[in-house]
């Protein structure tokens, strides 16, 4: 699907199809299709990273709570969505082994615990062993970095699924 097609979807389709670039924050998708016409990929990109750096802290801060852990209950229980799924898969998170699961379980509530939100990183950019590292790293930063390391992260995982979007041909309308 090339732009100039996204250009011309009405809300509701525009919606559908973008509606979890950002992981179940469609409310974004809905707001940014106001910013048409965009130029390019690179246009809706700049509209949701923009939309999201106008946020308070607290919208910030939910659009992370948004976010199922790392190989956590939603993994184990078949709940994530198809995105996330093949993300974690693809980063190993479904095939850790017994310690490392046990370890990435306290650590996600550890992290969980100090900062009121879920650890976030693009798990398209990490393997098994960076995640872990940047976990067991990250979870001693203040709450204001890791606020805003979660969000790049967020911003990171959505150009992935956009490029993937547009990239899938049976996406054309
Ligand atoms: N918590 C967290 O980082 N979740 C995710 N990251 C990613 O790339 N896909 C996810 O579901």
């Given amino acids: 699907m090339d732009v100039s097609t996204v250009n011309t979807l009405p809300y509701e ?3 559908n199809i973008f509606g979890n670039v950002v992981e179940k924050c469609p409310l974004i998708a809905a707001a940014v ?3 048409r016409p965009f130029l390019s990929l690179s246009t809706l990109e700049t509209a949701i990273s923009e939309f999201i750096d106008a946020l308070p802290d607290s919208g910030k801060e939910g659009i992370l709570r948004c976010h199922p852990d790392l ?17 974690q898969a693809g980063a ?3 095939a850790l082994s017994s ?3 046990t370890r990435m379980a306290r650590l ?9 939100f879920p650890f976030v990183i693009c798990a398209r950019m990490n393997d098994k062993e ?7 790293a990250r979870r ?8 805003a390391r979660g969000i790049e992260e967020v911003k990171k995982i959505c150009r992935l699924r956009l490029q993937a979007l547009l990239a899938d041909a049976s996406n054309k309308l």
């Fill in 33 to 35: 299709w106001s910013s």
């Fill in 71 to 87: 190989a956590g209950r939603d993994l184990q229980s078949g709940t994530l969505t198809r995105d996330s799924l093949e993300e």
């Fill in 92 to 94: 190993g998170m479904d």
């Fill in 13 to 15: 389709d525009f919606v």
């Fill in 140 to 147: 001693h930063n203040d709450c204001a970095v890791e606020r």
């Fill in 108 to 116: 996600n509530e550890g992290y969980k615990q100090r900062f009121g």
């Fill in 130 to 136: 960076d995640i872990l590292r940047q976990l067991s």
């Fill in 99 to 101: 310690a490392e699961a």
